[in-house]
């Protein structure tokens, strides 16, 4: 039965792939000097290299043949398209790519999330770990001067400088959160403690937690740098291990290394150590709520090779659970999904424009072709509105004192 499979796998792949390759705009060239698709000055084009690879690949594991067979150059760009800009048609028609009754067949070639992955207090510091504990000299030599790893807020895509567009994104957090002088702030997941110098400048006492033992030296070495050690610590502290009350709980983007199974446990935390009167601000990437129920119980690419025990939320799943588990309930809410393209767009540039410099780290072909692929498809997913971030404002009904939010 297997040798069979084998042996009409590829050819069943390569028939749902032609399919899909009719419903995006993209032109695809052969080897042999074949192509079919679109012709329009401009139109993205995918490469085949090794087409009889590409398709074994694609009969194999059709979740992680696209991304594996990049790295592993089946296929390639042509040679004046973008990687990104290939990706967006694919990402914008994602849900639909594949016929529906294959799709039905989801739950049955889907593979599980291993059991290593969840996050529990131990598997949570394996997978941040995993990911943050690479390298901080990896991270300096594409990430902005403020060290920021999440969507900036840009007010001007083309004359904006990364760092003002951070610490934009930053104050938008922090105002969201209320945070001036004396404001006890609990951060949860601190990168490499830009939000926490920010807050300590404004004269707030921060205590900022993560699992990453390569940032928390960093960060606090940049506290302690800027003199606001006294105002500012970082600690390495599990979320669910919090101790004391706070005014003030902010969080950029971590709540997608949580995991379903745990929304419950991060977001309670946060309302038992929420002061009466306090504000939260969380900053998450998001995605439709159909499209995380589909996709919440299988192992992908991203979590097998940049964020084990990765998952996003849905908008609807953070208001459920907060309505079921706490007494916080959304009050405002900014959209920055284009401004993630952007900024995954600007790391990707500075990335490949370092790239020597990270392989004498010791990085290989391999890695950096991951890399790439993995900025690429993230840009593609917010430049299609497959995939959304935004700045979302918790408080309990009747909270005073709370101002009027924006939206972008």
């Known amino acids: 039965m297997s040798k069979l499979y084998n042996a009409v796998a590829p050819r069943i792949a390569e028939a749902v792939f032609k399919a899909a390759s009719r419903r995006v705009d993209v032109r695809f060239s052969f080897p042999d000097g074949t192509a079919w698709g679109p012709t329009a000055p401009g139109t ?7 087409p009889t690879q590409f398709y074994r690949r694609l009969g194999s594991d059709l979740k992680m043949a696209f991304g594996e067979a990049y790295v592993a150059g089946d296929w390639t760009t042509g040679p004046d398209t973008d990687l990104a800009d290939l990706l967006t048609p694919f990402a914008a028609r994602l849900a639909t790519l594949v016929p529906a009754p294959l799709r039905k067949l989801r739950r049955v070639i889907d593979r599980r999330l291993p059991h290593h992955t969840t996050n529990t207090r131990d598997g949570a510091r394996t997978n941040i770990a995993a990911h943050y504990d690479m390298s901080n000299d990896l991270f300096e030599l594409f990430l902005d001067e403020t060290m920021t790893y999440s969507s900036a807020w840009f007010d001007d895509f ?8 951070q610490l934009r994104k930053i104050d938008g ?9 004396g404001t006890r702030v609990l951060e949860i997941g601190s990168g490499w403690g830009s939000l926490a110098i920010r807050a300590a400048e404004r004269g707030a006492m921060v205590t900022s937690i993560t699992l990453s033992q390569e940032q928390a030296e960093l960060a606090n070495e940049r506290i302690k740098r ?22 003030a709980i902010v ?11 745990f929304w419950p446990s991060y977001f309670s935390t946060i309302d038992q150590h929420l002061a009466p009167g306090g504000r939260v601000a969380v900053q998450a990437i998001l995605m439709s709520h159909e499209r995380m129920l589909e996709t919440r119980n299988s192992y992908g690419w991203i979590q097998k090779y940049i964020f084990p025990g990765g998952l996003i939320p849905s908008m609807h799943a953070i208001e459920e659970v907060c309505a079921t588990h706490t007494s916080l ?3 405002d809410r900014r959209e920055l999904g284009l401004h993630y393209a952007e900024t995954l767009h600007r790391w990707r540039d500075t990335f490949n424009d370092n790239w020597e410099q990270i392989r004498r780290m010791g990085f290989d072909e391999d890695f950096r072709r991951i890399w790439e692929f993995y900025l690429a498809y993230c840009e593609a997913g917010f430049a299609s509105r497959y995939l959304g971030v935004s700045q979302l404002r918790l408080a309990r009904p009747g909270t005073p004192g709370l101002m009027e939010g924006a939206t972008a």
Request: net charge negative; charged share 30%; aromatic share 8%.
């Open 44 to 50: 993205p084009e995918f490469a085949l290299v090794d």
């Open 158 to 165: 083309d004359n904006d400088s990364f760092e003002d567009a």
């Open 173 to 181: 957090v922090l105002d969201y959160a209320q945070v001036g002088e």
């Open 226 to 247: 800027l003199g606001l050690d006294d105002l500012a610590s970082i600690q390495l502290v599990d979320y669910r291990d919090v101790q004391g009350e706070y005014d």
């Open 251 to 261: 969080s950029i983007e971590m709540i997608e290394a949580v995991g379903a199974d």
């Open 329 to 331: 309930r959304l009050t």
